[in-house]
């Protein structure tokens, strides 16, 4: 390979290398929310309108959660006492969240599941803004479409 050739497709590959860190930073949050405060302080420091919409529960988590509308699109939110039970609960939902244990769902949308310390965040729909604010706040989904 001729010396100007080696240079620049080593230029090509640091340029790939720093496209790539770029992105998934973009997809890393710069501090995990811990509780639904914070999730919310996050989410509006992320720039979107965050409102209360009542409570929720899902038969097969083990708490009862709490909606909030992100964008005027509903989130649901489950605080656990602590990690320990949060990870109990995410590690009984299956890979693409068809299933909680032994539980099959029918979701009326793609689900999206993220967990954040002793939090359980559930997504269920397609919109693409409200998906992208919460991975950049809570990261990657865990479960789901």
Known sequence: MKKGTSHLLRKLLALVGMVALIALGACTPTSSPTDLDSLIDSL?????????????SQPFLAVTGRVVKVDNTDVQVFEYPGTTAANADADMVSAD?????????????????????????????????????????????????
């Open 44 to 56: 509006e420091d992320a720039g979107a309108v965050v409102q209360p919409a009542g409570v929720i």
């Open 97 to 145: 969240g068809s299933s909680v244990g032994t539980t099959m769902i029918s979701w009326v949308a793609t689900p999206h599941f993220y967990k954040s310390g002793k939090l359980i965040v559930l997504y269920v729909g397609d919109n693409q803004e409200v998906i992208s604010t919460l991975q950049g706040v809570l990261g990657l989904q865990f479960a789901g479409g």
